[in-house]
């Protein structure tokens, strides 16, 4: 059975319920409109993009049956002008200044940008750089024992632990330990060979657990009353739960002791060498300008009696480490007045760097400069093509003027007791500036290899021109027999002096 309510109707309700429900779906696009988001690039400029070439014979397109139609208008010096239609209109065309379909097209020349633009010539580049200081506080304690032995046998050991917060990283804490062994022998004319062993470990929550271990020998020979020869070899190797094997060194020592010398006696050390066979992992950086402050505080007491020595001992430090400068200015020089910028450190220059990497003995490879110009595409009535800016010579690329500043400090007390009574306090303070620039100081290839003087240079030479990609020209000789022709090239480098020639 039907049940009817008095005064209901469904209809009307249903009615209303739709107004109300559009009423405020317009009011919601009105005030809060929602984005559309196109799945094409959007219309194009017609003028750039539908040029034809004069003289065209193909009236009807015969895979589409569109027509066209080209009719010549004017002769400028030679250089054609032409007026052209094509049919087959689409949804997101535009009509150009003649007509939707009609074009009256000159040529165009598509520049597209690769780095700096290479008309700029000492253009003002301004960078901002925004990032919170990194701010490290924590402390340590310690504590050290050592069994003096006699003059054979000595054995020690060390326990550290400590606590520590980053405002990056949060809280975290660390642990260590140590030990230390030495055996002393010693003959008839005072000659004495010492071995020794040492361990450490630390573990950081921040960076893994590192350990050293290492081993040492030396020999002591007194030749005659006052003289005495040295020799010792040392073997260290630290690793890093988390870098792997991150060092392996190898060194050893020759020198003699004189203690007749100006009665105070004198230390030469004749001879010495250590061989890395491993280095720590390196992270690149950008050529941004930091600024760091440290200082730290100890405090050591000891105490000695019946041959054994302790000691305990507690630290404190806090590091900050900050933008130099949030806003900074830049010099740009592109492609084609890359020569202007030669003798400013605070050049940008256009070029890009190839798995950029430190340079040192173990790593025989530097990151490859390579130049970025700008490609321009080009159609007109005599064809199409691209063409760049291209260089006759040879030139250096280098990176920015960076210079990093840190004030460190360090504050120290200790204090001991024993046999007597000693105490002292230290204070070290010190600023270090850490300068990255172009390689200047003995850098002999830079009169052979860097960009020519703009003051100097032959006025009939020109720095940079514009070539076609394909266009053969004709080369120097006697700069190809410079460079080897097509040969690789190689440059001397006689420890911090880069060769040239």
């Not at 739960?241 to 060194?249: A, M």
Request: hydrophobic share 35%; proline share 4%.
């Amino acid at each position: 059975m039907t049940q009817f309510i008095p005064g209901y109707d469904q209809t009307k309700c249903i009615e209303e319920g739709n107004r109300y429900f559009f009423l405020g779906l317009m009011t919601l696009e009105t005030l809060i409109p929602l984005k559309g988001l196109a799945l094409t690039s959007g219309p194009a400029q017609p003028e750039m993009t539908q040029f034809q070439p004069a003289g065209m014979s193909d009236m009807v397109d015969l895979f589409t049956g569109d027509f066209k139609y080209n009719i010549p208008l004017i002769d400028v010096g030679g250089y054609p002008l032409n007026l052209t239609y094509a049919q087959g209109i689409g949804m997101e065309d535009e009509a150009s200044w003649v007509g939707l379909g009609w074009n009256l097209n000159v040529g165009a020349i598509n520049r597209q940008l690769r780095g700096i633009p290479d008309d700029h010539d000492g253009d003002r580049v301004v960078s901002r750089h925004h990032m919170k200081p990194k701010v490290t506080i924590g402390g340590r304690v310690m504590g050290r024992v050592e069994a003096i032995g006699n003059e054979v046998l000595k054995v020690g050991g060390s326990l550290t632990a400590g606590i520590f917060y980053d405002n990056y990283t949060g809280y975290g804490a660390e642990a260590g330990y140590g030990g230390n062994a030495g055996v002393s022998l010693t003959g008839r004319n005072a000659s004495g060979l010492t071995a020794g062993l040492n361990y450490g470990a630390n573990s950081n929550t921040s960076g893994g657990v590192s350990t050293t271990r290492g081993a040492s020998l030396s020999l002591n020979n007194q030749t005659s009353k006052n003289l005495t020869s040295s020799a010792s070899l040392s073997l260290t190797q630290g690793y890093n739960t988390r870098e792997g094997i991150k060092s392996l060194t190898l060194g050893a020592s020759y020198g003699l002791s004189n203690k007749a010398v100006y009665n105070g006696g004198m230390n030469r050390e004749i001879g010495s060498a250590t061989w890395n066979f491993n280095t720590p992992v390196f992270y690149p950086d950008g050529e941004i300008a930091y600024k760091s402050k440290s200082h730290t505080f100890s405090i050591d007491v000891g105490f000695m009696a019946f041959g054994i020595q302790t000691a305990a001992g507690s630290s404190g430090y806090k590091t900050v480490r900050e933008v130099k400068e949030n806003l900074v200015q830049h010099n740009a020089y592109g492609s084609l007045h890359a020569h202007n910028g030669r003798s400013n450190p605070n050049a940008l220059m256009d070029f890009m760097r190839e798995k950029d990497n430190i340079m040192i003995p173990d790593i025989r490879h530097i990151g490859l400069p390579i130049a970025t110009p700008d490609i321009f595409s080009f159609t007109s009535q005599a064809g199409s093509g691209q063409f760049k800016v291209s260089g006759g010579g040879t030139g250096v690329f280098f990176n920015n003027q960076k210079v990093d500043v840190s004030d460190n400090s360090t504050f120290g007390t200790d204090y001991g007791a024993g046999a007597y009574f000693h105490g002292g306090t230290s204070f070290y303070d010190q600023d270090i500036k850490d300068i990255t620039t172009k390689w200047t100081k003995d850098n002999n290839f830079l009169e052979y290899g860097d960009y020519p003087d703009p003051d100097s240079a032959k006025r009939d030479e020109e720095h940079a021109y514009f070539k076609v990609m394909g266009e053969a020209t004709s080369e120097d000789p006697l700069f190809s027999t410079s460079i080897v022709n097509e040969d690789a090239v190689s440059i001397p480098i006689s420890k911090k002096t880069l060769n040239g020639g």
